[in-house]
Structures are given as C-alpha cells and as structure tokens.
C-alpha cells in the first residue's frame, strides 16, 4: 500500500485525512473507506462526522453505518448525535450501546427527544435498563446522572492478598478504575486505597493500614459543578458517590469531571457573550440565528436607552455638533473596561477566589484601578482634545467624562456579577449587556452632561 | 471541644471559617490558630492566604511560617506565591521543596525572578536540582516543563508476577501513577498496562498480553496545549513523554493536564476580554490597572476611527439632530452580534472543531444566520422608528443600517479569529477590540450615509 495515503492518529485529525475520506466516499468506495476510517479513534471519527457537511454525512454513513459503535456515538456532538442515531439501523443503535457503560448510555439518552429515548431504552436488556433508568431519575446536570454505577468494592477488614485474589477472581472488572473502595457492613464508604499501593504492599497488609487521605464523597443529587470543583480543588481520580443516607451508589472518575469542567468553561464564555450555552459551529444558520435573536432584542431595546439619555441633549448637539463625533469615544472605552474587570470576576467566581470573604476588597481595588486607568485616558484624551479642537475647555469635558465612566466601568464590572451571584444565578448570564448598557448610558450622560454645563 | 467551631472540608472555603481563623490572627492565639489550620487540605489554606488581606496574611504567616509545606507552596496562586515564599525562613521553604515532586517545584521555581530561583535551588540537594534544572531547560509551556520525571517502567517481556514483585521490592513509588510503561532494551516506550488490569490478572500473563489500546506519547519540546488536546480528545490518564530519540524522560499525568485546560480557558476568555491572561482578583489596583491600560489605549485610537467617520456627517446630523440620539442603537446592537459569532469561533478553535475542512461552511453558516437576525432586527427597529418619528424613510434608513451591521457582525466575528489563527496568532488576543471597531465603525457609517441619501 505504499502508493495511498496513512495517516498518524497522533494529533486529532488532519484536514487532509478529512480531503482522502472524503474522496472515497464520494466515489462510493466502502473497502477504502472502511482502510481509511478503520485504525482511527472513535473521538476521531466523531470529529470527522461533525466536520463534514450533513450531505456528506449523510452519505457515508449509509456506506459504513455497521462499524459505528458506542464509543463513536458517545463522542459525537450533541448538535449532530440525534441526527446520526436516526440515519443509523436501529439494530446498530441498539448494539452500540450495549457496549458501553451506563454512565456512557445517560450521556447519550438526556440529549434525546422522548421517542428516540424510549426507542433506545426498549433495546437494553432489563438490568442495563433499570440501571439507566435509576440514573435518569436524578436531577438533571447532578452527580448522579454523571456516576458509573459499577464499583469495585472491599469490606473494611480485608488484607491486600484477600482483595487481589478477590480482583482475580473477579468476572469483569470496570473499564475505568483507580480506587478500591472500603465499605462498612452497611454499604457506607468508609476510605479508599489506590492500586498503586495496593501492587506495592505485601499480601498481609491491612487495606485499613494503606488508605488514602484524599478520600471524599459526593451526593448523588448535588449540582455537576461542585464535582468538577470538587476534583480541581482537591486533584482527585475518583469519588464515591453516596445517596441521602450515605450509602455507595457509584463513582465519578475524572474524566467525566474533565468533561465537566469542559462544559462549565464554555458556558461561561459563550454566556458572557450573550449566546445561548449550547452555540455550536455545527449548527444550522436557523439554529445559529435562534440562539443569538433573544439577546440581541433586549440589547436592542437597553440601546434605547443610550437614544433617550442623548435626546435629551439635542439642543447641546445642535449648538456644537462635533460632540456626536466624540461622545461614542468615551462610551467606547467605558465598555472596554467594563468587560475587563467583568471577565476577571467571572472566571474568579468560577474558580472560587472571589467569595465573601474577599469581595469587599476586590470591589476597592476595581474602584483603584478604575481611578488609575480613568486618570491615564482622561490625560491622553483630555490633552489631544484640546490640542485637535483648540479648546481646554473641551478638553476638559472629554477627560472629566472618560474619569466618571472608567470608575463606573470598573465597579460595575463587579458589582453586577457579584449581585447576580448572590441572588443565585450565573454571574456569567446577561452581565454583558447589563455592564455595557451601563458604560453606554453612563458614558453619553457624562459626556453630554458635563457638555451642556461647561461649553454652552 | 463541643464549644468551639468545626468545619467539614467536603466543599472548600467557608466564609464563616475564614473569619473565624482571623479572629485567632488578631487575637495572637497560635494554638487556636494551628488547631483551626492543622485538619484542612493544602488548597483551602493556599485559599485562604489568597483571600485575606495582605496584612493579615504577613501576621499568620509570622504566626504559623513553620507549618506551611510544599504542598500549600504548590497551590497557591502565582499571583501571591512570590510574597508568600519572601516571608517564610528559608530553611522551612527549603523543607517544603524537598517533599515534592519535580514537576511541582518546576512549576514553582518557574514564575519566580531570578535571584528567588537561585535560592531554592542551591537549598535542594544534587540530584534533585539536576531534575529541576533539566525541567528548566525544556522550553516554557512543553511537555518536559509539566511532566514528573518519576516513572513506573518494565521490559517488555516480563510477566504480571515479575512485575508484581518488582513493585512490592521497590522502595520508592510515585505518588501518583495509573500504568506500567513497557519499554524496549533502548527505554523506548511502546505501550502501557493499567494497574487495575495487572491487578486482575493471573501471574504467568505476559504484560504484553494485557496493553491498552489508548497508549500514546507525546514529545517533551511539544507544547501544553496539545497535552491539554489529547488528554481530553482520547480521555487520557497519563501519557509518556520522549525525547527527540523517542526514548522515555517522563510521564504526564492527568491532574497536570487538567490544570493545563484550566489555564486554557481563563487565556482565552480574559484576552477576549482583552486583559493581560495572568490577570487575577489577587492582584493589587496598580497591577489591576497596568494590566488592562494596554488594550484601553489602543481602544482609545480604534474609537477615534468612529468618531472620525461620524464627523463626515456632520452636516447631516445638523440637518437631523435625532440622528444623533439614533446612532448608538445600530452600533450597538452590531458589537453584540460580533461578541456573540466570536465567542462561539474562538471556543470551536480552541476545542479544535472549527478547522480548515469546515472553515468555508461555518463562515456561510454565519452569513445566514446575520442575514435572518438582521432581518427580524430591522424589522422591529423599522417599525418602532416610523411609528416614533412619523416618517416611514427614518424607519427605512435604521432598518437597512440595521441589516448591513448584522452581516458585516456575524462575519467579523468568524473571520478576525479564523484569520489571526491562519496567522499563528492567538485568535481570542485582540478579536473583541478588532470586532468593535468593526461593528461601531460600520455601524456609524451605514446608518449616517443612507441618512445622507434618503433624508437629506
């Protein structure tokens, strides 16, 4: 085969791969297809799917639809999974997920329309049913709907040759796992002990004398957010996962907090911007537009609130119309700032280093750096105003205003996540629009205001 | 002890707690101060540091210097660590460098200046300092500055017993390991067993028999963010690290990795924000206000372009002084539009779903969904402008401006990112200050000339 092309699955997928696959599929050649998509990763092949068009998809699955298995529809973007799993033969479907774990088949089930959930579920036999359906029935985006139910567990008392033997002895043993668990006789976690030093310790060690002291349990019921916080903070592998009376009911391995913290990240970031949280380049322009429109409407309506604050100045603007030109300046810049200080407040309360214990001096220092910044601009923008204009006076409006607005900036910056944080939303919600109406209105006032009293 | 306060550390810093420990600070009680410290993890106290006063944390410092380890060094943040590391006696940061791992001191050792370096490492002893200084040589941000050079290695011949036995004979293992790496007679690596598989297999299994499929490694000179990349695309647990031979130097783990993303995310969602990305709550108002002057000058230049552009209209606003009042809507609106596309290109780069086999379809994606939300904008806007002012050409010449800064938004904000990408730049390092120029400079400009052609 030294005259086709092989590619190294080392770093993601190649835009060139993507070019040959392509080629095959359109000339309808499933043996190079299959020698093409076959050595690649399942996140690989669910990288290609969402990269390619829905024309495209849509063809070369009808050529390879056998080979995809669960590992590829778990990996697949939620954008695009409800359109693979409805091109695909509900016998592929069904055999696909009987291959993964169940924490594997609720990821791929709560993203589902009802129907095609319970098309699914009809397909498992009844202990993996049950098994997924006790999963579902814990809150949304809760720990419980993240754990594996299979667990690899020891009674307190045992020695590390009873628990190898144990593990020998053991049918099927979990994909993922770096812990055993000590239980009490009640099924309540107690510690764990790594494998680690489980291969390292002599047969007649006691479990008991080898745990570990990064040992910690979660709720089934608590928020996802605090297990990523919870693995971040305190660099665990895995955590058990408890019910409401403390008994073992499963384990989170890191990966799915990586995942979480994945998801946390990019709802922050596509929050902050006013996007809905599940924007996805893989969207359809309709999907695109829908996501946006809402933000876009309230911001239209917040900007009329910039129009009602300068119309009350037009007699200001008529008698010196050079002030249009130059009041965007200032609100400009007090937008830039605002979002400045917003995005540092946001991430801090993400990570948890704005509390309050700390917040009353946070806000101090933004005030500081507001005075400080506001001082810098309002000099260079106070001196080139009246060196352009031939008037100090005008000079001095530009740089009283840019001084009022930058501390605005600042402050609201991180008073408005703060706030919203503490009435117990996401300080990442809305607070864009709410700093920059602000920085808009605040700025157009100042410097139409302090216009009207100085220059007329 | 009914009578004083516990706390559980299940859910990190509590507020209460916090103040409950100043107390002790003010009160110079050292043994309620250390009975308060002594149960907590190494990260709540490295919280706890970051988020008291400067004051306060120089007096518990003074109190309690002895007790601070390596591991409360290696959690607390860059931005107050320098501080921290100045206030202790050296012989104490001496012994805390000593308990840790190599990949932890580097990632002390490399945000401190020079002189504070040399320090540390002439207290560590010869072959420790080697390590580090090797580490040190890798570039900043690679493989090599975050891998631990402590590995679990076995020829590739060996059985599960041999190796069981080897473990157990060692008198030193990792803190943190996941996988034996099977190496060749030139310490190559050229695959992994997971202990979990070792554990529950029978002793004359050759390792060979028993490798995972998701083996990988990754070359010390590569940079972080494809360690972030392949943790997280292939759900990775710990991955070898080559040198240029191929020839094993480490392991990285996932809880570096983890960090890695962490790191990730906050560059990208401050620079879009554009501030300086080691920006923190922790820093004093002047590092506050240096860190962000940058981008607010050069904010100040790109928003004289609009104030440049709408002076070229100043007869018209002369002639139609609500336009002025008017203006700010379009622009506005326009630099929502343009955060939002932007926010969700620079996420799809970042997590490597935006590449150059979608490239060309997402920008149409983006075309349409501007052209639909433009659509409805101008609508709305249109209607509310001719019903408000009576004259149905106001609500034309807002509606048509409306429309062209909603396309020329959407567009921006896919196409500044994906070019500062093609680059090899950044795309989130200056995107949002590119895309606001853009969208108040056309927005000015659309809505001030059609005003020239259809109301004058």
Same mark, same amino acid.
């Given at each position: 085969?030294?005259?086709?092309? #092989?590619? @190294?699955?080392? !770093?993601? *997928?190649? /835009?060139?791969? &993507? %070019?040959?696959?392509?080629?095959?599929?359109?000339?309808? $050649?499933?043996?190079?297809?299959?020698?093409?998509?076959?050595?690649?990763?399942?996140?690989?092949?669910?990288?290609?799917?969402?990269?390619?068009?829905?024309?495209?998809?849509?063809?070369?699955?009808?050529?390879?639809?056998?080979?995809?298995?669960?590992?590829?529809?778990?990996?697949?973007?939620?954008?695009? #999974?409800? @359109?693979?799993? !409805?091109? *695909?033969? /509900?016998?592929? &479907? %069904?055999?696909?997920?009987?291959?993964?774990?169940?924490? $594997?088949?609720?990821?791929?089930?709560?993203?589902?329309?009802?129907?095609?959930?319970?098309?699914?579920?009809?397909?498992?036999?009844?202990?993996?049913?049950?098994?997924?359906?006790?999963?579902?029935?814990?809150?949304?985006?809760?720990?419980?709907?993240?754990?594996?139910?299979?667990?690899?567990?020891?009674?307190?008392?045992?020695?590390?040759?009873?628990?190898?033997?144990?593990?020998? %002895?053991?049918?099927?043993?979990?994909?993922?796992?770096?812990?055993?668990?000590?239980?009490?006789?009640?099924?309540?976690?107690?510690?764990?002990?790594?494998?680690?030093?489980?291969?390292?310790?002599?047969?007649?060690?006691?479990?008991?004398?080898?745990?570990?002291?990064?040992?910690?349990?979660?709720?089934?019921?608590?928020?996802?957010?605090?297990?990523?916080?919870?693995?971040?903070?305190?660099?665990?592998?895995?955590?058990?996962?408890?019910?409401?009376?403390?008994?073992?009911?499963?384990?989170?391995?890191?990966?799915?907090?990586?995942?979480?913290?994945?998801?946390?990240?990019?709802?922050?970031?596509?929050?902050?911007?006013?996007?809905?949280?599940?924007?996805?380049?893989?969207?359809?322009?309709?999907?695109?537009?829908?996501?946006?429109?809402?933000?876009?409407?309230?911001?239209?309506?917040?900007?009329?609130?910039?129009?009602?604050?300068?119309?009350?100045?037009?007699?200001?603007?008529?008698?010196?119309?050079?002030?249009?030109?130059?009041?965007?300046?200032?609100?400009?810049?007090?937008?830039?700032?605002?979002?400045?200080?917003?995005?540092?407040?946001?991430?801090?309360?993400?990570?948890?280093?704005?509390?309050?214990?700390?917040?009353?001096?946070?806000?101090?220092?933004?005030?500081?750096?507001?005075?400080?910044?506001?001082?810098?601009?309002?000099?260079?923008?106070?001196?080139?105003?009246?060196?352009?204009?031939?008037?100090?006076?005008?000079?001095?409006?530009?740089?009283?205003?840019?001084?009022?607005?930058?501390?605005?900036?600042?402050?609201?910056?991180?008073?408005?996540?703060?706030?919203?944080?503490?009435?117990?939303?996401?300080?990442?919600?809305?607070?864009?629009?709410?700093?920059?109406?602000?920085?808009?209105?605040?700025?157009?006032?100042?410097?139409?205001?302090?216009?009207?009293?100085?220059?007329?």
């Amino acid at each position: 085969m030294a005259n086709t092309t #092989r590619f @190294e699955a080392k !770093e993601g *997928l190649d /835009p060139r791969q &993507v %070019a040959v696959i392509l080629q095959a599929v359109e000339a309808g $050649d499933t043996a190079e297809l299959t020698r093409l998509l076959e050595p690649m990763h399942a996140a690989d092949v669910a990288d290609l799917l969402e990269q390619i068009s829905a024309e495209e998809r849509r063809q070369l699955l009808a050529m390879w639809s056998g080979e995809i298995d669960g590992d590829i529809l778990s990996e697949i973007s939620d954008a695009i #999974r409800e @359109e693979v799993i !409805e091109a *695909l033969p /509900p016998g592929v &479907v %069904a055999e696909a997920m009987r291959e993964l774990d169940t924490d $594997d088949v609720v990821d791929i089930l709560e993203d589902l329309e009802e129907p095609a959930q319970e098309a699914i579920l009809s397909t498992l036999d009844s202990a993996d049913r049950l098994a997924v359906e006790q999963a579902l029935a814990y809150p949304e985006y809760s720990a419980g709907r993240l754990m594996q139910r299979e667990v690899v567990t020891a009674p307190e008392h045992w020695t590390v040759g009873e628990m190898i033997d144990h593990l020998r %002895a053991a049918e099927w043993l979990p994909d993922q796992f770096y812990h055993v668990i000590l239980v009490d006789p009640r099924m309540r976690p107690v510690s764990y002990v790594t494998l680690g030093r489980l291969l390292s310790s002599r047969r007649d060690v006691a479990l008991k004398a080898i745990v570990e002291e990064s040992f910690r349990t979660i709720t089934a019921t608590d928020p996802e957010a605090d297990v990523a916080y919870l693995f971040n903070q305190y660099h665990l592998i895995s955590c058990a996962v408890v019910d409401e009376h403390g008994r073992l009911v499963g384990v989170i391995t890191i990966d799915d907090a990586m995942n979480v913290l994945d998801e946390e990240h990019q709802e922050d970031m596509l929050r902050l911007a006013g996007v809905d949280d599940e924007s996805s380049v893989l969207d359809t322009a309709a999907e695109t537009a829908r996501r946006r429109l809402p933000w876009l409407m309230v911001n239209l309506v917040t900007a009329s609130l910039s129009a009602v604050v300068i119309s009350r100045f037009e007699a200001t603007i008529e008698a010196i119309v050079v002030l249009a030109a130059l009041m965007p300046i200032v609100a400009s810049t007090g937008g830039i700032a605002g979002t400045q200080s917003l995005a540092v407040a946001v991430r801090a309360l993400a990570t948890r280093d704005l509390t309050a214990s700390n917040a009353r001096r946070v806000v101090w220092r933004e005030l500081g750096a507001g005075l400080l910044n506001g001082l810098g601009l309002a000099l260079v923008l106070g001196l080139a105003g009246t060196l352009l204009f031939g008037d100090w006076r005008l000079g001095v409006v530009l740089s009283s205003a840019m001084m009022v607005n930058q501390v605005v900036a600042a402050l609201g910056g991180v008073l408005v996540p703060l706030s919203l944080n503490r009435m117990g939303l996401d300080p990442a919600l809305a607070s864009g629009t709410f700093v920059t109406t602000l920085t808009d209105v605040m700025g157009f006032f100042a410097f139409l205001g302090l216009a009207t009293l100085v220059l007329l």
